[in-house]
């Protein structure tokens, strides 16, 4: 069984920063793509960022490119999401989820973090 182990989150002021943590108790053909997604009270489980931990690509979505950044340390096991200029509409649970083939949605991941909570005061 795999399990994904989150940490990082916290109470921030708006335009501080935040990282993301996320640990893979072991690698396998369907942890290949690794993502964040978040999830708003009241709102769906919306899409961050994902990376490819073979090639190391990243992509971002439209409203956190350019702030956030996400990046791997193969030898940790560890995906990290990097977040900066953080604003009152990032605040969210954050979860990291993995999968064999990746996408934007969801149902596309098998695996999924506990979640954390980020919340970013103005």
């Known amino acids: 069984q795999v399990q994904l182990i989150e940490s990082g989150g916290g109470l921030v002021q708006t335009g501080g920063s935040l990282r993301l943590s996320c640990t893979v108790s072991?690698?396998?053909?369907?942890?290949?793509?690794m993502a964040w997604f978040r999830q708003a009270p009241g709102k769906d489980r919306d899409f961050v960022s994902l990376i490819n931990w073979t090639s190391g690509s990243t992509y971002h979505a439209e409203p956190v490119r350019g702030r956030f950044t996400i990046s791997r340390d193969n030898a940790k096991n560890t995906v990290y999401l990097q977040m900066n200029s953080l604003k009152a509409e990032d605040t969210a649970v954050y979860y990291c989820?993995?999968?064999?083939?990746?996408?934007?949605?969801?149902?596309?991941?098998?695996?999924w973090g506990q979640g954390t909570q980020v919340t970013v005061s103005s």
């Open positions: 989820a993995a999968s064999g083939g990746g996408g934007w949605t969801p149902d596309r991941y098998k695996y």
């Open positions: 072991r690698r396998t053909v369907d942890t290949n793509i």
